[in-house]
T-cell receptor, first 110, second 116 residues
Framework: QKEVEQNSGPLSVPEGAIASLNCTYSDRVSQSFFWYRQYSGKSPELIMSIYSNGDKEDGRFTAQLNKASQYVSLLIRDSQPSDSATYLCAARGGDYKLSFGAGTTVTVRA | DTAVSQTPKYLVTQMGNDKSIKCEQNLGHDTMYWYKQDSKKFLKIMFSYNNKELIINETVPNRFSPKSPDKAHLNLHINSLELGDSAVYFC???????????????FGPGTRLTVL
């Protein structure tokens, strides 16, 4: 079983819509969770981190964490063509290593 | 100013060769990492150094040998390259490692290695 699993996608949304990305993790001890955005041919870039249960908002991005369900999500509101990228979910486990999901590719249609 | 830099950006080589990738960070971070990203975009930790000391050593063939001359540099040497080594290799750095749950990793631009 993979440590971090993401909905496989690809996810296609119209411009202005909400893109919803989901992630589950297997290590119950995980305390820190991160969403990275990776454009094609580029390096991962941190867009959100979340450590406590509940929602965390930053501009058009909202991360949600539910430790009881071992579930993390990312909502992108008012999606723009520039949001088209692969989104990587990562969890820091009890061994302090960062485990990444396989990524969800999002395409925003103009 | 580039925070985490890697050289070379592209590396094309024949099977059996030995090659090195260099990484430097100017963020004053104590911890550096090497990740491998395969064709399916799966990003996997290979090694991590904290203040020149190896702290993470995943199940990686011993043809891969990291070296950290100082805490700002982490190089990756690969012996006897194989076809399966073709991937993008990312260097990353962060302020600290164990015990720092909020520690954020910053990635370099990547080195695309192609083994023919």
């Amino acid at each position: 079983q993979k440590e971090v699993e993401q909905n496989s996608g690809p996810l296609s949304v119209p411009e202005g819509a909400i893109a919803s990305l989901n992630c589950t993790y297997s290590d119950r001890v995980s305390q820190s969770f991160f969403w990275y955005r990776q454009y094609s041919g580029k390096s991962p870039e941190l867009i959100m981190s979340i450590y406590s249960n509940g929602d965390k908002e930053d501009g058009r991005f909202t991360a949600q964490l539910n430790k009881a369900s071992q579930y993390v999500s990312l909502l992108i509101r008012d999606s723009q063509p520039s949001d088209s990228a692969t989104y990587l979910c990562a969890a820091r486990g009890g061994d302090y290593k960062l485990s990444f999901g396989a990524g969800t590719t999002v395409t925003v249609r103009a | 100013d580039t925070a985490v830099s890697q050289t070379p950006k592209y590396l094309v080589t024949q099977m059996g060769n030995d090659k090195s990738i260099k990484c430097e960070q100017n963020l004053g971070h104590d911890t550096m990492y090497w990740y491998k990203q395969d064709s399916k975009k799966f990003l996997k930790i290979m090694f991590s150094y904290n203040n020149k000391e190896l702290i993470i050593n995943e199940t990686v063939p011993n043809r891969f040998s990291p070296k950290s001359p100082d805490k700002a540099h982490l190089n990756l040497h690969i012996n006897s390259l194989e076809l399966g080594d073709s991937a993008v290799y990312f260097c990353a750095s962060s302020r600290g490692s164990s015990g720092v749950n909020t520690d954020t990793q910053y990635f370099g631009p990547g080195t695309r290695l192609t083994v023919l």
